[in-house]
């Protein structure tokens, strides 16, 4: 009882939910940075992690995984 949802190694924070979201629509890294007023490189390490935590290797497996588990929403 709150945990992680099904699907998820631990938690994600509110920014990665956010670059995960971003990622989602369609947002290249550098774009995901502009968005967030982060570097490019920062949002890679975030995917990084996000990738650790939901346990995917990948951005379509990680933005597949987040909608799956409700962490965001599709559209």
Same mark, same amino acid.
């Given at each position: 009882a709150g945990g992680p949802p099904a699907g998820v190694v631990e938690p994600l924070s509110p920014r990665e939910i956010e670059v995960l979201r971003l990622a989602a629509q369609?947002? @290249?890294?550098k774009a995901i940075g502009v968005q967030l007023d982060i570097s490019d490189r920062t949002v890679q390490g975030h995917l990084a992690n996000i990738y650790g935590k939901l346990a995917v290797g990948n951005r379509t497996e990680?933005? @597949?995984r987040a909608i799956q588990s409700?962490?965001?929403?599709?559209g």
């Open positions: 369609g947002y @290249t890294n990680a933005v @597949t409700g962490l965001i929403s599709a």
